[in-house]
């Protein structure tokens, strides 16, 4: 794998923290940079392949019969295959992006021979078409390393953008898509996320938040793709044919990680704007619709019909989906017990947050842990 990146750092973590439990594994390292020669590899017991290019995967697959590739482009008939979802990916972004109220939408990266920016487009394209809207497509393509250092597509890229509809809602397809994007749009003075709001892909952290501003991104933590690599490939190795369903594995990606690039609520109305910025910041607190109203002078009727007019829920309905979008956070990013996280999301009670939770997600509290947890759980040119 590819350690210069993020992803290829935090599949091997993954990969790390599954053979760290074995106890029996040997691991060899980035092969392709520590090895000038294919000939002196040694012989495995099995391979996982990510971000590396598509010739040395090949050469992998005749050196070894179990394999894992660890990219949602992979073909099971040739390799396993266990990757991050990109299609569902598009979709959570598409799907904050209309939380924040926008009503154009576009989509900047593609590059046709590379199929993951393909299907990060697909699904955020078909996510907004779904709720009645419309995805301009970016005629500049991903840039490459050059053009990231050099900004030679600027030019077009800011031409671009002054044409476009405004405000809008644009999903990049990696973060140094959105940083790149968001440093073309203080090249032309356009404000963000006021005028265009920013979102990106994989959260990596160090990229998002060196940014300016810093940058809103789909959350994929490949670290667990690795783990479930790892996984997969132990049953191999200890005799397990996959089934079809194990040979092509997507993980599902775990929500936006928002900043400042989509901290905005492209609504007319100030109060309105204000009101749910409120129940953004104290919903945990927690706080009530008459807290609301105590900070936004409006009548309670008037505000309960804006809010159904321009986000399609009601005040208190708003509380509830901060509070439980709050607790789905802790429950797969901490190990917190229940009523921990009842009192952090406000619920104060314990019984409160499993009936609330269970209301909106048909699962419970501990159900959904255990099923986006999965994988977790036990940790306490084209590529390939």
Do not use: N
């Given at each position: 794998m590819n350690t210069d990146s993020s992803y290829g750092r935090s599949i091997l973590q993954g990969v790390a923290r599954y053979a760290n439990l074995q106890r029996n594994w040997i691991l060899f390292k980035d092969l392709s940079k520590t090895l000038k020669s294919r000939g002196r590899w040694p012989e495995f017991d099995g391979l996982i392949f990510a971000g590396v290019s598509v010739d040395l995967f090949n050469y992998g697959v005749k050196r070894c019969k179990n394999v894992v590739r660890c990219s949602g482009t992979g073909d099971p008939a040739?390799?396993?295959?266990?990757?991050?979802?990109?299609?569902?990916?598009?979709?959570?972004?598409?799907?904050h992006l209309i939380n924040c109220r926008f009503e154009n939408f576009a989509y900047y990266g593609i590059l046709p021979e590379f199929l993951t920016t393909i299907k990060r487009f697909n699904g955020f394209r078909r996510a907004v078409e779904q709720?009645?809207?419309?995805?301009?497509?970016?005629?500049?393509?991903?840039?490459?390393?050059q053009q990231l250092i050099s900004h030679s597509h600027h030019?077009?890229?800011?031409?671009?953008?002054?044409?476009?509809?405004?405000?809008?809602?644009?999903?990049?397809?990696?973060?140094?898509?959105a940083d790149d994007l968001a440093g073309t749009c203080l090249e032309a003075g356009i404000a963000v996320p006021e005028q265009i709001a920013i979102v990106g892909t994989n959260n990596d952290e160090l990229l998002c938040e060196t940014a300016w501003?810093?940058?809103?991104?789909?959350?994929?933590?490949?670290?667990?793709?690795?783990?479930?690599?790892?996984?997969?490939?132990?049953?191999?190795?200890c005799g397990e044919t996959p089934s079809a369903q194990d040979r092509f594995l997507l993980l599902p990606p775990l929500g936006v990680m928002q900043r400042q690039s989509t901290d905005v609520l492209a609504v007319k109305d100030p109060n309105v704007a204000e009101a749910v910025r409120f129940i953004r910041d104290h919903a945990c607190d927690p706080c009530s619709v008459g807290d609301v109203l105590r900070h936004v002078p409006v009548g309670r009727r008037w505000l309960e019909r804006q809010f159904v007019q321009n986000l399609g829920r009601t005040p208190l309905e708003e509380i509830t989906r901060v509070r439980i979008e709050t607790a789905q956070r802790l429950l797969l990013h901490t190990d917190q017990r229940l009523p921990q996280i009842a009192e952090r999301c406000g619920f104060g009670a314990v019984q409160t947050l499993g009936r609330v939770f269970h209301q909106t997600t048909n699962l419970t509290p501990a159900a959904w842990r255990r099923a986006h947890r999965g994988v977790q759980s036990a940790n306490g040119g084209q590529s390939a």
């Open positions: 040739i390799s396993c295959v266990v990757a991050l979802d990109d299609e569902a990916a598009g979709a959570q972004a598409a799907e709720r009645g809207f419309a995805c301009i497509e970016c005629p500049v393509p991903h840039p490459t390393a030019p077009r890229l800011i031409s671009w953008l002054k044409e476009i509809p405004r405000p809008i809602g644009i999903m990049t397809f990696d973060d140094s898509d501003p810093p940058l809103s991104s789909v959350v994929a933590d490949f670290a667990r793709v690795g783990y479930a690599a790892a996984q997969l490939l132990d049953r191999m190795i």
